[in-house]
Antibody, heavy 121, light 110 residues
């Protein structure tokens, strides 16, 4: 059974940093691209970032480019999102999601339950 | 990377068919056959319903179908059922390893 378990969310002040983690199990992690998708309270989905199976292809939404960094450790079956210079508008539930392909596609077939990030003073 | 435009809400009676539009630009929807649709029930994670414009993942009802014309993609739900009541989001590849979601559509079964 595919499982994606996010951690690292919490309350953080504007301008500070936070690192999200996603522990993956139930599939061969290094065979698939991975994504972070967020959803602000009561709002729609926003794609944040994606990384291919070998970290050779990485993309970011304009809203986070230069502030967030996605990475993965295939030996640890883990996905990460380093978030710097956080803003109030980054407040959201952050989902870790598995792509169905090795390279980034829009075919995301499994999602975690999300970790909540709240940016507030 | 502007969000794709979807109607805020669509409704229909049980058994009817409804269509949700997803309008992008020539830089995203219009350039790639990489449009997906996701269903999200309240408090739940999204579920993939359609990928690559019109393909259905295993286990998804054939009442769900997708299409695309120019810069607009569409999701049609036929034989509407109570359990179809949810939020629906389109998503398109937008080049340079990025993708963009639609604004979301709330489907109500009357």
């Amino acid at each position: 059974e595919v499982q994606l378990v996010e951690s690292g969310g919490g309350l953080v002040q504007p301008g500070r940093s936070l690192r999200l983690s996603c522990a993956a199990s139930g599939f061969t992690f290094d065979d698939y691209a991975m994504h972070w998708v967020r959803q602000a309270p009561g709002k729609g989905l926003e794609w944040v970032s994606g990384i291919s199976w070998n970290s050779g292809s990485i993309g970011y939404a304009d809203s986070v480019k230069g502030r967030f960094t996605i990475s993965r450790d295939n030996a640890k079956n883990s996905l990460y999102l380093q978030m710097n210079s956080l803003r109030a508008e980054d407040t959201a539930l952050y989902y870790c999601a598995k792509d169905n392909q090795q390279w980034l596609s829009t075919r995301v077939d499994y999602w975690g339950q999300g970790t909540l990030v709240t940016v507030s003073s | 990377q502007s969000a794709l435009t979807q109607p805020a809400s669509v409704s229909g009676s049980p058994g009817q068919s409804i269509t949700i539009s997803c309008t992008g630009t020539s830089s995203d929807v219009g350039s790639y056959n990489l449009v997906s649709w996701y269903q999200q029930h309240p408090g739940k994670a999204p579920k993939l319903m359609i990928y690559e414009v019109s393909k259905r993942p295993s286990g998804v009802s054939n009442r769900f179908s997708g299409s695309k014309s120019g810069n607009t993609a569409s999701l049609t739900i036929s034989g509407l059922q109570a359990e179809d009541e949810a939020d629906y989001y389109c998503c398109s590849y937008a080049g340079s390893s990025t993708q963009v979601f639609g604004t979301g559509t709330k489907v109500t079964v009357l």
